[in-house]
């Protein structure tokens, strides 16, 4: 039995260093013959292998990444042209590029670069292997219940960390829930995939251990109520959240056998920005449950 545990798990490792090389080297040679090396596996066989494991073949899933990347620089680079992106990212022609951009976004490269809507991609991205290794790092905890200093966005979430500069700002001049030893949450009041914009709102929470002095910036006091909660963590650019997200709730959930607290998710930040990259942030995700 021990045997063939660690079999298993020798096998994953393999994959997972497929995974993490992909992920690094999405401008290299990510061909079958690169690749089966860095897993060790036969190159006649490591295609099927791979789309057995992973959940979808390999060329699929490299195009997927590449497509990942090219969404995220067309959003945050101006200098990044279509043209660009799409060489970038593999493709011999922008009209191609642009037809399997649209397939897995939901909108044109140029219509994206404007207004960036990373929920379809996360609806859109299913990757088998991906969600059973996600949903096995899901954790019950006891989370207690916590006093924070809020301020309340309203309007489109694109525009959410204005409001977080405007916040930041009110920890700095009042001395309260300071940055460097409070805790920092998030608090979505409603779905920002569903929400028309103009409705969306969103709690922006500093830990607190005294009384919010009277202010003129909008910061009240809020209590985020303890109990149960599933919580797993995602890395990354907060942009993508939803990658961590629906996968909760579309796998682990229905199988869990757990129900849902009447209380919206919320978000412990647990790195700072720019002294971390967003490549490498980390966001705990907490679902209430029952």
């Known amino acids: ?16 260093a497929v995974l993490a090389y992909i992920d690094a080297n999405l401008e290299g040679d990510l061909s079958i013959d690169a690749l089966s090396r860095i897993a060790n596996f036969s ?4 295609h099927r292998q791979f789309a057995g494991y992973v959940g979808v073949p390999v060329a699929r899933y490299v195009q997927l990444m590449r497509l990942r990347r090219a969404a995220r620089r067309l959003a945050s680079q101006a200098s990044c042209s279509v043209l660009d992106a799409a060489f970038d990212a593999g493709f011999d022609s922008p009209e191609a590029f642009s037809r399997a951009f649209k397939r897995v976004f939901g909108a044109a490269p140029s219509a994206f670069r404007r207004h960036p809507k990373w929920h379809v991609w996360s609806a859109n991205f299913v990757v088998p292997y991906l969600s059973r290794k996600l949903t096995m790092q899901v954790q019950i905890v006891d989370f207690a219940e916590t006093r ?12 959410v960390n204005e409001s977080v500069r405007k916040f930041i700002d009110w920890r700095m ?17 409603g779905n920002p995939d569903t929400l028309p914009a103009e409705e969306f709102r969103f709690d922006i ?26 919580v797993v963590r995602h890395t990354g650019s907060t942009d993508h959240i939803g990658e961590t997200i629906y996968p909760i709730y579309r796998d682990w959930l229905p199988s869990s056998g757990e129900e849902l607290r009447d209380h919206p998710l919320f978000f412990q930040y647990l790195s700072v920005y720019p002294e971390t990259p967003l490549e490498q942030w980390q966001t705990d995700i907490f ?3 029952v």
């Open 287 to 289: 679902i209430p449950l």
């Open 205 to 230: 929470c500093g830990e607190i251990d005294e009384a919010v002095a009277p202010n003129t910036d909008g910061v009240r006091e809020l209590v985020i109520p303890g109990g149960r909660c599933a």
């Open 43 to 46: 190159k006649f066989h490591f």
């Open 173 to 189: 001049q009042s001395g309260q829930s300071p940055v460097s030893s409070s805790r920092t949450f998030g608090i979505p009041r």
């Open 148 to 159: 924070v200093a809020a301020l309340e966005h309203r309007g489109a979430p694109g525009l």
């Open 1 to 16: 039995m021990q045997a063939n545990t660690d079999a298993i798990t020798a096998y994953a490792k393999r994959f997972d």
